[in-house]
């Protein structure tokens, strides 16, 4: 961790840099820029700005503070020498700086360009606020499984309100991508596999970051990245190329991103990856005609780290002058860390490569946006040593974090009812993850700190209250064997009514550049969990993971399986609630965990085949591996409670829909169990015939509702035409009369209850 003390003497001198920029001209002519309605102030603005002083305002560096610190989520950066880079802000060579270490830092950099810099252009500050600041949220993947949008709104307004607090005004987030392979490490910090899921995931975390306004001090502009299709990378390996077609793209790929936009984001980043041989940072078709022009996309585009320098290894620019200028062109606007446009963008429009008015449209939009974000008003607006403190951490904060645990978990089996637990049972917690403090935020993670979070003994023997009796072993590492580590976890196991084994993957195995192959379990874990299992005691499984994974053996066969995933400062607290029955789970798999690593890419929404083998048994010369069903072990939407619920009665207001009309579906859903919980209800759909094949199911949409024990309530979803759209032939959003099945379900493999109607003509 850096030093974030700061002296008096630097706070005065901030007040004086302030000073400074209140009494400089260019202030007088911009604090009460609206950048809609003044447009020419910004102008002229520009109208002064050197070629160099523009290529500054599109170079965006990791922050040297620290001697680098910011890289650590990042390959070196090279960066290292913080007095040099604040000699470079001043110099008018950058537009700011991301993941440095909050108000100290910016405080310093902010107060040398504001009082030394010939145009006094603010800086913008930008770090990767991906799920929380210092309160650390479950990671976005696991915030999915609550099927609760608004809880996404409520966690990022909450990161906002910290991380604005200490001087960030602009996150890297969200994270829009579809994850339709499990192998892919980033699946962690998206909203799983589905589009529908995405979108509003995507709108709503938006939402939160940015608040009701940019320009106020809890607010940070935020990033929807990465764009596009990075989710799609061949085989799950992270940055590898992506060929889809233009159809996928638009009907699967791109909607997050459009509901990003349409919900206010005014900045993308573009992706590492190519799409059928055009690297994201190089493609004018992606980043000009389809995102500004077809889309009216009014905010800029940044590459990813280094992503400009990259396509020379992609083969795509010859050298770092081509990678500019390609990048450029296309319509990224800002290159991040790679040094590209500052080195080579003034020479670019001196020798005609590149058009001056291109330039000035990208450094337009750039000031624009630091003017809405209110940084011309006053520079200093996010930073504060004060604020930072008082906003950090606050007990409403730790009790969102809390429900946001408790709503992340997802029960996939409780075979007997083993869960809840007694707190006055004898408890073994057993598994690399049981008896170590770490694991608990999760990979992508820049300020908040694994010490802080509460682990699972805390959160566990704080739950039991001094009742029963909790021993923890780890048993086994997370990748390697402990000598002795099984004998010891198998006598705890003896000596205890229940076991918890808490095992799966590291924050170090899921995330940016963390694809595997296998899905499964690590080889002495899956030892670990055979040898429990052989004790015969009732084993609960409280996994650890970023994605999906195969479960094989043991592991499989445990009687109750609760997924934990990563879920950051109340990771203990939150599963003792649901350990214990203090609350009910109500998670739900916003991916399908597949039977077999093999499966992947897998997601419920696949086409058909012309020789669809069907659910059961595998039949030859029909679409199935050889000895592994179709299906997913649990399929997406799964997740069970502590209630019991039954689905019954499937009523269509009428059995065809109008051209112009819509239709009332709705089901029954009883709570047969004997306590209150909540259910996620779905609404599928399959198009039976048309011009261009659908999938076997669609998710349209999804209720939660709570339901006391015995109760039951009819839920009522409105269908109208344009969920029935799909990308047809000319990639128009088409929509063709005919039959369609719907299903109120449970999962999206789960039978619910299923109907039929007719789209009628125009
Ligand atoms: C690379 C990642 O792909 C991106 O998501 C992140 O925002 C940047 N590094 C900056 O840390």
């Known amino acids: 961790m850096i030093d974030g003390r700061v002296s008096r003497r630097s706070v005065l001198m901030g007040g004086a840099a302030i000073a400074a920029w209140s009494a400089s001209p260019v202030s007088a002519m911009l604090r009460r820029i609206d950048p809609g309605k003044d447009a020419g102030t910004i102008d002229k603005l520009i109208a002064q700005m050197t070629l160099e002083e523009k290529a500054g305002q599109l170079n965006l560096l990791a922050s040297a503070w620290g001697g680098g610190i910011a890289t650590a989520l990042n390959p070196p950066g090279g960066n290292s020498d913080f007095p040099k880079q604040v000699a470079d802000a001043v110099a008018g060579k950058l537009t700011g700086v991301f993941n440095g270490n909050g108000a100290a830092m910016a405080m310093q950099m902010q107060r040398a360009v504001m009082s030394g810099s010939r145009l006094k252009i603010p800086l913008m500050f930008a770090a990767d606020i991906i799920?929380?600041?210092?309160?650390?949220?479950?990671?976005?993947?696991?915030?999915?499984?609550?099927?609760?949008?608004?809880?996404?709104?409520?966690?990022?307004?909450?990161?906002?309100?910290?991380?604005?607090?200490?001087?960030?005004?602009?996150?890297?987030?969200?994270?829009?991508?579809?994850?339709?392979?499990?192998?892919?490490?980033?699946?962690?910090?998206?909203?799983?596999?589905?589009?529908?899921?995405?979108?509003?995931?995507?709108?709503?975390?938006?939402?939160?970051?940015?608040?009701?306004?940019?320009?106020?001090?809890?607010?940070m502009l935020s990033c929807a990245k990465h764009f596009a299709a990075?989710?799609?990378?061949?085989?799950?390996?992270?940055?590898?190329?992506?060929?889809?077609s233009e159809r996928t793209l638009r009907d699967v790929y791109l909607r997050p991103f459009k509901a990003a936009f349409d919900s206010g984001a005014l900045s993308t980043m573009a992706s590492f990856n190519e799409i059928s041989g055009?690297?994201?940072?190089?493609?004018?078709?992606?980043?000009?005609?389809?995102?500004?022009?077809?889309?009216?996309?009014?905010?800029?585009?940044?590459?990813?780290?280094?992503?400009?320098?990259?396509?020379?290894?992609?083969?795509?620019?010859?050298?770092?002058?081509?990678?500019?200028?390609?990048?450029?062109?296309?319509?990224?606007?800002?290159?991040?860390?790679?040094?590209?446009?500052?080195?080579?963008?003034?020479?670019?429009?001196?020798?005609?490569?590149?058009?001056?008015?291109?330039?000035?449209?990208?450094?337009?939009?750039?000031?624009?946006?630091?003017?809405?974000?209110?940084?011309?008003?006053?520079?200093f607006r996010r930073i504060d040593l004060k604020r930072e403190k008082s906003r950090s951490r606050l007990p409403a904060s730790l009790a969102l974090a809390r429900e946001a645990a408790v709503k992340s978990c997802v029960l996939l089996k409780n075979d007997g009812n083993l869960l809840p637990l007694s707190p006055s049972a004898?408890?073994?917690?057993?598994?690399?993850?049981?008896?170590?403090?770490?694991?608990?935020?999760?990979?992508?993670?820049?300020?908040?700190?694994?010490?802080?979070?509460?682990?699972?003994?805390?959160?566990?023997?704080?739950?039991?209250?001094?009742?029963?009796?909790?021993?923890?072993?780890?048993?086994?590492?997370?990748?390697?064997?402990?000598?002795?580590?099984?004998?010891?976890?198998?006598?705890?196991?003896?000596?205890?009514?229940?076991?918890?084994?808490?095992?799966?993957?590291?924050?170090?195995?899921?995330?940016?550049?963390?694809?595997?192959?296998?899905?499964?379990?690590?080889?002495?874990?899956?030892?670990?969990?055979?040898?429990?299992?052989?004790?015969?005691?009732?084993?609960?499984?409280?996994?650890?993971?970023?994605?999906?994974?195969?479960?094989?053996?043991?592991?499989?066969?445990?009687?109750?399986?609760?997924?934990?995933?990563?879920?950051?400062?109340e990771m203990g607290n939150g599963v003792a609630d649901l350990l214990f029955g203090a609350a009910s789970p109500s998670g739900r798999l916003p991916m399908s965990f597949p039977i077999?690593?093999?499966?992947?890419?897998?997601?419920?929404?696949?086409?058909?085949?012309?020789?669809?083998?069907?659910?059961?048994?595998?039949?030859?010369?029909?679409?199935?591996?050889?000895?592994?069903?179709?299906?997913?072990?649990?399929?997406?939407?799964?997740?069970?409670?502590?209630?019991?619920m039954r689905y019954s009665n499937l009523v269509i207001d009428a059995p065809t829909m109008a051209w112009g009309g819509s239709l009332g579906v709705t089901a029954t859903v009883t709570n047969a169990g004997r306590v209150a919980a909540e259910e996620v209800v779905q609404l599928y759909i399959r198009d039976r015939v048309a011009s261009v094949t659908r999938p076997v199911r669609e998710l349209k949409a999804f209720r939660k509702i709570r339901l006391a024990a015995g109760a039951s309530a009819q839920v009522m979803f409105k269908l109208s035409r344009a969920e029935l759209e799909f990308i047809g032939m000319g990639l128009k959003p088409t929509v063709e009369p005919g039959?369609?099945?719907?299903?109120?379900?449970?999962?999206?493999?789960?039978?619910?209850?299923?109907?039929?109607?007719?789209?009628?003509?125009?």
């Not at 799983?192 to 939160?208: K, P, S, T, W």
């Not at 379990?521 to 429990?532: C, G």
């Not at 058909?608 to 029909?622: D, H, I, M, S, V």
């Not at 099945?741 to 999206?748: C, T």
């Open 278 to 379: 055009v690297p994201s940072t190089g493609n004018h078709w992606l980043m000009t005609d389809l995102l500004r022009g077809e889309w009216g996309f009014k905010g800029f585009v940044v590459s990813d780290y280094t992503g400009d320098e990259e396509m020379i290894a992609h083969g795509f620019a010859k050298d770092r002058r081509d990678a500019a200028r390609i990048a450029f062109l296309a319509g990224v606007d800002m290159s991040m860390q790679s040094g590209v446009y500052t080195e080579h963008l003034p020479s670019l429009v001196r020798d005609g490569a590149v058009p001056q008015a291109l330039l000035d449209g990208s450094v337009r939009r750039v000031l624009a946006m630091k003017a809405k974000l209110g940084l011309f008003d006053n520079p």
């Open 230 to 244: 990075y989710g799609a990378a061949e085989a799950g390996l992270d940055y590898s190329t992506v060929d889809v």
């Open 596 to 644: 077999a690593s093999g499966q992947e890419p897998y997601h419920y929404d696949h086409k058909p085949t012309g020789r669809p083998n069907g659910p059961g048994k595998l039949q030859e010369y029909k679409a199935h591996y050889q000895g592994v069903p179709n299906e997913a072990l649990y399929a997406f939407g799964h997740g069970l409670t502590y209630g019991d």
């Open 426 to 569: 004898t408890i073994a917690l057993i598994g690399p993850f049981g008896s170590v403090g770490q694991d608990l935020n999760g990979p992508w993670v820049v300020y908040g700190d694994n010490k802080q979070a509460i682990d699972l003994p805390a959160g566990i023997r704080t739950a039991m209250k001094g009742r029963g009796r909790l021993t923890v072993v780890a048993g086994s590492g997370v990748e390697s064997a402990i000598p002795g580590g099984i004998e010891a976890a198998v006598a705890a196991a003896r000596g205890a009514d229940v076991v918890l084994l808490a095992i799966g993957e590291s924050e170090a195995m899921s995330g940016e550049a963390k694809s595997r192959t296998e899905i499964v379990m690590p080889a002495p874990q899956q030892a670990l969990a055979e040898a429990i299992a052989a004790t015969g005691k009732p084993v609960v499984v409280l996994l650890r993971n970023g994605r999906a994974l195969a479960l094989e053996g043991a592991v499989k066969a445990a009687p109750a399986i609760l997924v934990t995933w990563f879920l950051g400062s």
């Open 739 to 762: 039959t369609f099945d719907v299903w109120i379900a449970p999962s999206a493999q789960a039978d619910g209850v299923h109907s039929t109607f007719e789209l009628g003509a125009a």
């Open 131 to 219: 799920h929380g600041h210092r309160t650390i949220f479950p990671v976005p993947v696991a915030e999915a499984a609550s099927f609760e949008p608004e809880l996404a709104e409520r966690t990022a307004r909450v990161a906002a309100y910290e991380a604005a607090g200490s001087g960030v005004d602009w996150t890297f987030a969200p994270m829009v991508d579809i994850a339709r392979d499990q192998r892919w490490g980033r699946t962690m910090e998206g909203a799983g596999e589905d589009v529908v899921l995405g979108c509003l995931f995507a709108a709503a975390r938006v939402r939160g970051f940015q608040g009701s306004s940019l320009d106020a001090d809890d607010a």
